[in-house]
């Protein structure tokens, strides 16, 4: 209920000027008491259109990647640090044009977002989180934070263990990637079965 009254909150934000330029608000989805968490950098056209994340082409390979590590993807919660896509618009004559593609979130929409990310992760309280590429791992680690120094390495901040990987998104750009983020898929694969027995453990006794 506290992650719902969140969602109807955020469908109301005017932190930044993504709303506008936004079909719709890109929450999160899947299960509100997970013990995982993947987080990515924002939706795209595909995510936009569904106001779900990772439905376009890098949430097709995620979906691969997650059933390959043995977790459902009801199983676990999935969203982004930026809640609205962040589309290529310019400015022309003060009319914004183009739009079709997509670009970075910037380091203003990221902080403007980040309380709903935080608040999620609050009320979810999951045990592990993977920060699905640069963005993420910044926003949750720390601003320097460099991906290819942090990849496949645990963090535990505030009793949480992030795991930072590589984006879905740069491996459809670079395969070579694929294997590093299966090794790491397999650790989270052992870390979270861990966390699950220990919670058996502790209700069982
Ligand atoms: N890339 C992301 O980072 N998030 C999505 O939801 C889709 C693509």
Redesign the pocket.
């Known amino acids: 209920m506290e992650l719902e009254t969140l969602k109807q909150r955020a469908m109301g934000c005017q932190q930044c000027v993504l709303r506008q330029q936004a079909k719709q608000v ?1 929450f999160g989805e899947g299960n509100a008491a997970a013990k995982l968490m993947l987080v ?5 056209a ?2 936009d259109e569904q106001g779900r ?4 082409a ?2 097709q390979l995620l979906d691969r990647i997650l059933e390959a590590a043995g977790f459902k993807r009801q199983e676990v919660y ?1 969203t ?1 640090v930026v809640k609205c896509r962040p589309r290529n618009l310019t400015l022309a004559n003060g009319r914004y044009r183009g739009g079709s593609s997509n670009r970075p979130p910037t380091a203003a929409e990221i902080k403007a977002c980040l309380p709903w990310l935080e608040e999620q992760i609050a009320i979810i309280k999951p045990r592990i989180i993977v920060c ?2 640069a ?1 993420a791992t910044r926003a949750l680690i720390a601003e320097d934070a460099r991906i290819t120094r942090l990849r496949g390495q645990w963090i535990t901040k505030g009793g949480i263990r992030y795991l930072p990987t590589y ?3 740069a491996l459809l750009r670079d395969p070579a990637r694929k294997r590093p983020v299966w090794e790491d898929f397999k650790k989270i694969r052992e870390a979270y079965r861990v966390e699950i027995t220990e919670q058996l453990t502790f209700f069982n006794s």
Not at 40 to 44: K, S, Y
Not at 53 to 56: A, K, L, T, Y
Request: net charge negative.
């Open positions: 890109v990515g950098e924002a939706p795209g595909h995510e994340p990772f439905v376009g890098a949430g999935i982004n699905l590429g963005h984006h879905p998104a």
